[in-house]
């Protein structure tokens, strides 16, 4: 979500405008599993399940739904949009409302094709998962999220009156109707925080002091479980007077998971780009990009600048690649594996200055990268800092043809030039 009311609020609510393939360090679950999860907090939610086969889902219009004359079907990705989204089959919208008799042959249609919407890239992602749901009589819909807001250091609860459609477009359209309520991480949420938030979302019938309570416990859910973004669009009002997560979209914080186990035994590498999920098997931090130049360099900072010189040079990056400071001979040979399993990399620019990382380790770990994998693109190296005239020896007893560099500005020229010719 970009370009909104403010710095804040665009920096806030960027994470759901990106590709989740962009969002690495943060686990995402699907909508089943986040309104399993806010069902066990307390947060009202539509009765549903999530099926994998057209069997599944005969046994639960009998078993879950046996009075339902319509019901709510809706595919399952790590993706945003799935509404507007089109299947690679042809089959428009990756939800649908339909009669009983109706929901089987949609949800055959689903399962196991690909959707395609504005947050998955061209590619699309397979539908494993549809999750059914009651049909909810739904009288207003809100808008809601709970994220980590580096201004106010600690959560912000960002509503609007409007919901149902993007937030971008609700705050482009209604700037005024977008409140921000910026928690105490050490008091958490209090009752006046809980009532503003109430207030600015003005449901038209359901009861104040229980919606005050239904926004506690959204955000106890957020703090208990380490989330880094919970977001509701819609947070609906129905017939019955209730506040319910009609839709959810729930990230958790990677670095959480040693205490969030449960959670994180949720995750779907299905889903993931499956170069970021070897990365992270092997403990290096990876993000896929749509570039043509591969980059291995140590440390976050290095290749972030790594990656701009590249674009100003007239390169593209294809990745970010940080193998960290004491990365492993094996480390580097297994990133060599997912750079050169990307079939747009059309060369690789490794770059490395050595502090705790030693060049020795880098090029022992290249050389024998050399001898696993087919090297068929131009490799382009940039050695500094400890043990470098060790590790240049060990690069040029190998035999291998690669393009040396003096200094980063050097190695990003050379690597656009490689990848020219």
Not at 391 to 404: D, F, V
């Amino acid at each position: 979500m970009r370009g909104l009311v403010n710095k804040v609020v665009s920096r806030s609510l960027s994470v759901a405008g990106k590709w989740q393939q962009q969002q690495l360090r943060r686990l995402n679950i699907h909508e089943y599993q986040g309104a399993e999860l806010m069902g066990k907090y307390g947060v009202n939610v539509p009765k549903g399940v999530a099926v994998s086969s057209l069997d599944d889902v005969k046994n639960a219009i009998q078993q879950v739904f046996p009075n339902e004359s319509e019901l709510v079907v809706k595919s399952q990705i790590l993706a945003g949009g799935r509404g507007l989204g089109t299947f690679k089959s042809g089959l428009k919208g990756g939800v649908h409302i339909v009669n009983r008799d109706q929901v089987q042959d949609i949800a055959g249609k689903m399962l196991g094709q690909v959707l395609v919407t504005k947050q998955t890239g061209p590619q699309g992602k397979v539908v494993s998962k549809v999750y059914l749901c009651e049909k909810l009589s739904l009288v207003n819909e809100m808008y809601f999220s709970i994220i980590l807001d580096r201004k106010s250091a600690g959560p912000l609860i960002i509503a609007c009156k409007k919901g149902g459609t993007s937030i971008e477009d609700l705050a482009e359209k209604f700037p005024d109707m977008i409140i921000k309520v910026p928690i105490d991480v050490f008091a958490g949420i209090t009752d006046e925080d809980a009532a503003k938030v109430v207030d600015g979302l003005a449901p038209k019938a359901a009861d104040r002091k229980d919606s005050i309570e239904q926004v506690k416990k959204l955000y106890e859910l957020f703090r208990k479980t380490d989330c880094t973004m919970l977001e509701i669009n819609p947070l609906a009002e129905t017939s019955t007077n209730q506040l319910v997560a009609a839709d959810a979209k729930l990230n958790f914080d990677d670095n959480a998971a040693f205490r969030q186990k449960e959670i994180f035994a949720l995750r779907d590498p299905t889903q993931e780009d499956p170069r970021e999920v070897a990365a992270a098997k092997v403990d290096l931090n990876y993000i896929g990009l749509d570039g043509e130049i591969g980059c291995m360099v140590n440390g976050a900072g290095l290749a972030m600048a790594t990656m701009d010189i590249i674009k100003l040079h007239g390169g593209t990056p294809a990745n970010f690649l940080d193998v960290g400071g004491n990365a492993s001979e094996h480390q580097v040979v297994e990133a060599f594996k997912i750079l050169t399993s990307d079939d747009k990399v059309k060369a690789i620019l490794v770059n490395i200055f050595g502090g705790i990382m030693k060049c020795d380790v880098i090029a022992s770990g290249i050389v024998n990268a050399a001898k696993e994998v087919s090297l068929k693109v131009p490799v382009v190296v940039r050695l500094e800092g400890t043990n470098v005239e060790q590790g240049k020896r060990i690069l040029k007893e190998s035999g291998m043809k690669l393009i040396t560099a003096d200094d980063l500005d050097d190695a990003a020229e050379k690597a656009v030039k490689a990848l020219a010719n």
